[in-house]
């Protein structure tokens, strides 16, 4: 398996925005050096409540409150709060990031997502193996080997149909040069082609984030009009 | 703005009910062939609508007037395409452009042909539900497929409840609980179930009209 193969098999909410900046390849290379190597890890670390709260915000209450609520510890995610609606609110950190992203090890980046039950299913089983690595101290490349092996290897639970997530958080930071982006949604979805949906198309509301190689997943973004806390979005705020 | 509209629909329930109680004559739901294929056209971004397949409704049903090549169709739904139990089923000044991808092609399209098919051979609403229900259990319509969904972008959308209401993203899902999206108050998902059509609709509105300019406020 090639390297934009594994590359595309760790794509998390971050990479999503910060591969879709407009100003990324700019941005690029002045972010290329300061973040080499990953950062002591308290620095990726946050108060417990602190972080609940923030991976609450990924969705309006009327979702996030009675979501399950996974935390960061030193020794992986974790369950905080148990949830009833089959939601589960983790803030992401900058290592979902694509490889080659330079703020992979970014240490002020914060995600918040709320994913339905059958993105999940996946996307966490990903996260707390991903994670799971990085804590270990594996270098990118063994990380996203391993994530190949065991994708291949089936150890991960398959895509499900209906795959779909929030991250409508004002209180993320995604990327360096634009850390709130926009309040958006997420859909996941077997691997297709962008035109299928339209996405990029001029004038579509729908962004084709990433198209995850042949054996994999799209993902499609669509802003929405309100943060999480029912504020609208003002563009450059 | 949508929790207001979905407050004040049980009160214009009634009142619009007695104002549409059947099926109007057939010519109130036709249009000028170009203005239908025009208004068709305005659902989805000029960058999508001007290579899709466009269809338009005539006395014996939907019929292509323009082949695209994207696999995009193009289309104005009629006020059949509201759930059954909506008291403008009958409404015959209300259109719905609509441009669905492929997959929305495949398989929401389909239902909606059989739909209109049964109205125009002039079946009451319940005969209309059953029907549909019964092809649909019976396997002779396809199920949902991932990732159905359609475009409705176009200013020129009317019914009596909502007038123009917002710019939208339609997603077509199989049947399911409308909270496995998180569709509830405060969300930007609305949902709702089509049980005779064992399926689940989607509505996430988004900011900007076909044409590119911004909803202000929605109407």
């Known amino acids: 398996m090639n390297r934009k193969t594994l590359v595309t098999i760790a794509f998390g909410s971050f990479a999503l925005v910060v591969a879709l900046a407009l100003t990324w390849q700019a941005q690029a290379q002045d972010s290329k050096t300061p973040y080499p190597s990953m950062a002591p890890l308290d620095q990726y670390l946050m108060d417990r409540n602190a972080e609940i709260t923030m991976a609450r915000s990924a969705a309006p209450e009327s979702i996030s409150r009675d979501a399950e609520v996974m935390v960061l510890g030193p020794h992986g995610y974790e369950t905080a709060v148990k949830g009833k609606n089959g939601f589960v609110c983790v803030v992401e950190r900058a290592w979902t990031s694509p490889i080659d992203s330079p703020e992979f090890w970014n240490p002020k980046g914060r995600a918040p997502v709320c994913y339905n039950a059958p993105a999940a299913r996946f996307k966490v089983s990903l996260l707390i193996k ?5 804590l270990a101290g594996r270098t990118k490349t063994q990380i996203f080997d391993a994530l190949t092996a065991s994708i291949d290897k089936k150890e991960l639970p398959a895509l499900e149909v209906s795959a779909m997530c929030y991250m409508m958080s004002k209180q993320a ?15 996941i979805v077997p691997l297709t082609e962008a035109a299928s949906w339209g996405a990029g198309s001029p004038g579509s509301p729908v962004i084709n984030a990433f198209v995850n190689t042949p054996e994999r997943h799209t993902v499609f973004l669509v802003p929405v009009g309100n943060w999480s806390d029912g504020t609208p979005y003002v563009a450059g705020n | 703005m949508v929790v207001a509209l979905i407050l004040t629909w049980q009160a214009q329930a009634q009142d619009t009910k007695a104002q549409y109680p059947k099926m109007a004559p057939l010519d109130q739901y036709l249009m000028e062939r170009n203005a ?24 014996h049903g939907y019929e292509t007037a323009m082949k695209g090549q994207n696999g995009f169709v193009c289309m104005v739904q009629r006020s059949w395409a509201a759930p059954f139990d909506d008291p403008e089923f009958w409404n015959p000044k209300a259109v719905a452009p609509i441009c669905f991808n492929p997959a929305g092609a495949r398989s929401y399209l389909r239902l909606l042909i059989k739909q209109t098919d049964l109205v125009l051979a002039g ?8 029907t549909m229900s019964a092809a649909v259990r019976k396997k002779e319509l396809p199920g949902m497929e991932p990732g159905a969904m359609g475009y409705m972008l176009s200013k020129q959308t009317y019914n009596d409840r909502d007038g123009h209401w917002h710019p939208h993203l339609m997603f077509f899902a199989p049947l399911t609980d409308p909270i496995a999206w998180g569709a509830s108050r405060g969300s930007p998902i609305l949902g709702f179930k089509d049980d005779p059509n064992r399926l689940t609709v989607f509505l996430i509105p988004v900011r900007n009209w076909s044409d590119g300019t911004a909803d202000l406020d929605g109407n």
């Open chain 2, 123 to 130: 079946r009451s609403k319940a005969q209309v539900a059953e």
């Open chain 1, 130 to 134: 991903t994670t799971e690595l990085v």
């Open chain 1, 173 to 187: 930071y995604l990327s360096d040069g634009d850390p709130h982006w926009h309040p958006h949604l997420m859909f």
């Open chain 2, 36 to 59: 239908e294929i025009a208004l068709a056209r305005s659902a989805g971004p000029k960058s999508i609508s001007r290579d899709a397949d466009i269809l338009v409704l005539g006395p």
